[in-house]
């Protein structure tokens, strides 16, 4: 019977997840697993995105790599779940064929709960360990409920009633939840043994929260609300007369965390004294906390606590010790670098025992067969490998940029991905997005002989990424049926078909991909790293002087009048009322900019910026209205939906601010929290030709070199200085022109 991939194909991925009870939480057109917060369900495309382990596609892709089974066994549990999706009425099916309603919000009025929460309550004492008195405190506050009992869809069997941890907000309201389910069925729902969600529409800027006190002096954070629970019966005797809130996360997701701090903030008049990151003692739980290790806000401590005697702190508590380290960020971090090199140094060693088997496979293969190898077998065996080794490096690439442009899908993953084009890597745009594609973390960047040249080593057994090199010129020979053949390829008579002309020949670009590799790959002291940081043109978090400030703005201006041909208005006493019948009024009054465009000559345009800003918002709102002029003055005007380019302005102004020294913050994080409509906006947005986010690359790109080659933390580079750096650049645009050139020769071809 012939296979219907096609069929396969349209398998909803959700209803997979459902089958085997993975959580997820549901946002707008997006859907988002609860243990791994960067694998992100396309639910539009039925495509998966895992960010972080930069993986994409089906069903089957989505098997293969959540289970880590091989292809083989992925289509097995495919087929499985294929029988038993097919076997489902028709409701069932609509369920998940139909589109999700973006607008579709919690409302708790409508959660079907129990009268009587003993079953949740026998769960948590005899499964979780917890108290019987500490439980039936739960139940009466509020802080745990029971759903009612439900059939399941594949046996038909009753199941218990799911346990229910309310999200309450700051007014007392229940804004979402966590479901936990009470039947243990380790066949079914793997080494969880119980089915995890969290309800659909909930609002995740909240999580499972209680506190003592007013909660106002201490935020301490975990990865679950079992957790939670746990900490807080295993330490009670600690945090009941302290003002402590314990917050889950029912997953990793850091966003929470400065949202909690956001409202402890507006309620309390300040900050918590104590951060505690108390999540997972492992890899997951460690980057969870990570990020708070650099995050520092004035007047809060941020600390990490880890459970002794297992992975969690449920396991701590059923462990029946009451032992846990607490421990600085420093150290945290060290801690997180020291399990990510056990783990890349055991998974080097398994693939090394498996390559060598291979090989030693190869061997007596060869020996036994007793044929001695001729020359000519051996030059076809390494053309063989050359054609592979381009083919396989031409996959990673594909792969890399595809991975990239999927980060539109995912806004966590789109701000990392800013923060990483803001470093000032010099490269051309597209090499940044092949770097960033497939090693997302790395900082420096080089070839092997650069980094050789400066006294440093790559470590034995690093993989390298793959990036386009320079371009050259090859000569092909059309051959006489139509097929190009190139020169060095060629028979002797073919190319003397050529030289007498019988045959025509033609030039072609050509680019090597060369391999390059980050710092943190090689044996670099801490000594050598400042010489080979990127230059930073300028760092206002550490020198915002109003010298500094203008210095800054006009270079800015300088750019835009001498390398966009723009004039930039920005003292004319007419400017606010200009703004404010030409542009629409917004929540935060008249617009602080714009860039207008003649009419009647399309390559004459302007920036005009309001005459009352004062200096650190002509430096932001310049920055902006510049993104605009380079990606939408020679544009038609129809190349993007408003809202889409308003949103790639913002996002190269993002990049350009990030570059000058302006760290994540207050200030940031309300920047970055407007983007959130348009973010989502954008990952639903057809982007047939995947130029928004390289466009956005460019733009920004550009604009940083020119700061690096103008400015040198703040000051001006001499003439010696800048003739090296503008080679340099020159170098770096000539290729990348080269590239765009080639790739819209393409597009034209194919369309």
């Known amino acids: 019977m012939a296979i219907n991939r096609a069929a396969m194909k349209e398998l909803p991925i959700p209803g997979y997840l459902d089958y085997k009870g993975i959580p997820y939480t549901i946002e707008h057109q997006n859907l988002r697993l609860v243990e791994h917060d960067s694998l992100v369900v396309n639910l539009t495309k039925n495509q998966f995105y895992w960010n972080s382990r930069q993986k994409s596609g089906d069903l089957g892709d989505f098997i293969a790599a959540y289970e880590g089974v091989d292809n083989k066994e992925a289509w097995v549990k495919w087929s499985e779940y294929g029988r038993y999706f097919n076997g489902q009425d028709a409701d069932t099916k609509q369920k998940y064929t139909d589109r999700p309603k973006a607008d579709y919000q919690f409302d708790y009025s409508r959660w079907r709960t129990a009268q009587s929460t003993q079953n949740s309550e026998d769960y948590l004492v005899t499964e979780r360990g917890l108290d019987r008195d500490f439980v039936k405190k739960l ?15 594949e046996t038909g069997e ?43 529409g909930a609002d995740t800027r909240y999580g499972y929260n209680f506190h003592t006190g007013n909660g106002a002096d201490e935020l301490i954070v975990f990865e679950a609300p079992i957790d939670a629970l746990s900490f807080a019966q295993l330490r009670f005797d600690g945090i009941k007369d302290k003002n402590v809130t314990l917050l889950s996360l029912s997953g990793t997701d850091h966003q929470k965390v400065l949202a909690e701090l956001d409202r402890m903030n507006q309620a309390n008049g300040h900050l918590p004294k104590r951060l505690i990151m108390a999540t997972d003692d492992d890899i997951a739980g460690y980057k969870a906390a990570d ?24 396991d701590q508590l059923k462990s029946g010790e009451n032992r846990f380290e607490l421990m600085s960020m420093a150290d945290s971090h060290d801690r997180l670098t020291s399990l990510e090199a056990f783990a890349d140094k ?77 470093n000032g890597q010099n490269y051309s745009p597209r090499n940044t997005m092949l770097i960033y594609g497939q090693r997302p973390e790395s900082t420096i960047v080089m070839g092997y002989k650069q980094f050789e040249e400066r006294g440093i080593q790559v470590n034995k057994g690093e993989k390298g990424m793959k990036i386009f090199g320079a371009p050259t010129k090859l000569q092909s020979i059309i051959t006489s049926d139509g097929n190009k053949v190139y020169w060095r390829d060629a028979t002797a008579e073919q190319r003397r078909a050529a030289k007498e002309g019988q045959l025509d020949t033609r030039s072609v670009l050509h680019y090597p991909i060369e391999t390059v590799f980050d710092v943190k790959q090689t044996n670099a002291t801490l000594d050598q790293l400042p010489e080979l940081l990127p230059n930073r043109p300028v760092n206002l978090a550490t020198d915002n002087s109003p010298e500094q400030l203008e210095r800054i703005y006009q270079t800015l201006k300088d750019y835009a009048t001498q390398e966009q ?23 935060n009054g008249i617009a602080k ?35 605009h002029v380079s990606l939408h003055k020679n544009t038609k005007l129809d190349s993007h939906p408003v809202h889409i380019k308003e949103l790639q302005a913002e996002l190269t102004s993002y990049v350009i601010l990030k570059n000058m020294g302006i760290e994540p ?17 954008l990952a639903d947005y057809k982007d047939k030709d995947n130029t928004v986010l390289s466009d956005v690359t460019k733009a920004s790109t550009a604009i940083t070199q020119y700061l690096s080659d103008k400015l040198t933390n703040g000051e001006a580079i001499t003439y010696e200085q800048r003739v090296d750096k503008t080679q340099e650049h020159a170098k770096v645009a000539a290729n990348q022109a080269m590239q765009d050139q080639t790739a819209t020769e393409t597009q034209g071809r194919t369309r």
């Open 565 to 587: 041909k723009v004039a930039v208005i920005d003292d004319h006493p007419d400017s606010i009322q200009f703004l404010a019948n030409n542009k629409p009024m917004t929540s």
């Open 158 to 200: 009753w199941q218990k009633p799911a346990l229910l941890f309310p999200w309450y907000d700051e007014n007392g309201k229940v804004v979402g939840l966590d479901q936990q389910g009470t039947t243990v069925d380790f066949e079914k729902f793997g080494k969880r043994g119980t089915e995890k969600k969290i309800a659909a």
């Open 291 to 314: 990020i708070f290790d650099t995050l520092q806000f004035n007047g809060m401590e941020n600390l990490r606590a880890i459970p002794k005697d297992g992975k969690d702190w449920n």
């Open 346 to 422: 055991t998974k080097a060693t398994t693939k090394l025992s498996e390559t060598k088997t291979i090989k030693d496979a190869h061997q007596v293969a060869a020996s036994g067969s007793g044929r001695k190898i001729s020359r000519y077998d051996r030059q076809r065996e390494r053309d063989a490998r050359k054609t592979q080794n381009r083919a396989n490096n031409e996959k990673i690439i594909h792969e890399a940029l595809e991975r990239t442009a999927n980060y539109k899908n995912d806004p966590v993953e789109m701000q990392r991905y800013l923060d990483f084009i803001a």
């Open 593 to 627: 900019g714009a860039m207008v465009m003649d009419k009647r000559n399309l390559d004459n345009a302007s920036i005009v910026l309001r005459n009352d800003l004062p200096l650190t918002d002509r430096i932001s709102t310049l920055a902006h209205e510049m993104g």
């Open 139 to 153: 139940a009466q506050s509020g802080l745990i409920q029971q759903g009612m009992a439900r059939q399941d869809r």
């Open 665 to 681: 913050g207050e200030g940031s994080a309300q920047y970055m929290n407007n983007w959130t409509e348009g973010l989502q906006k």
